[in-house]
């Protein structure tokens, strides 16, 4: 009987486990549709990580982390869900070892450095945190909270998607364009 259930469980789509895992919290279904996508899981944590034992150990967080956490996600493609949520989970580990991030950036999305540098707050002027903090009162609020959350909560973009509702693509350029309008008013600010 137990053999016979496991085989169908294997046979059922991506979209069937998941719903399936959301219906019941059956940690089997969830076991089996996160199996699928290990070795992709464990290709990106070692490409952001470059050590294969804490890459193992970051796929194996991420089970225990999303075992319990995925039914509160709307999930559209999970391949395309797992890969960002695997992907900032990695950041985010860097960013607690405080290690540089190597990310090829297009030169037209490459943002200043000042914007970057007034956020972490070090050897920053009274003058520089004042036009910051004015600045910030000017953007929009999708994009003041979304750049808040990321640089000052230090918040992945899977936690911004989670705390304000917010589509992931739309979260990723509600902070593009803050850095841009930051930098802008700020040049103007100090000008």
Known sequence: MWFQRKKNISTLTDDELLQKHKESADAESFSELFSRYVPLMYGVCLDYLRDEDKAHDAVMQLFEDLLHKVSRYEIGVFRTWVYSVT?????????????????????NVMESEEILN?????????????????????LPDNQRVSIKHFFMDEMSYAD????????LSKVKSYIQNAKRNLKNCI???LT
């Open 87 to 107: 992907k900032n989970h990695c950041l985010q580990i860097l960013n607690k070892e405080k290690k540089e991030i190597l990310i090829d950036f297009e030169l």
């Open 118 to 138: 007034l956020f972490s707050e070090d050897n920053v002027q009274e003058e520089q945190i004042d036009a910051l903090n004015h600045c910030l009162e000017k």
């Open 160 to 167: 911004i998607v989670d705390e304000t509702g917010y589509p």
């Open 187 to 189: 040049d103007k600010q």
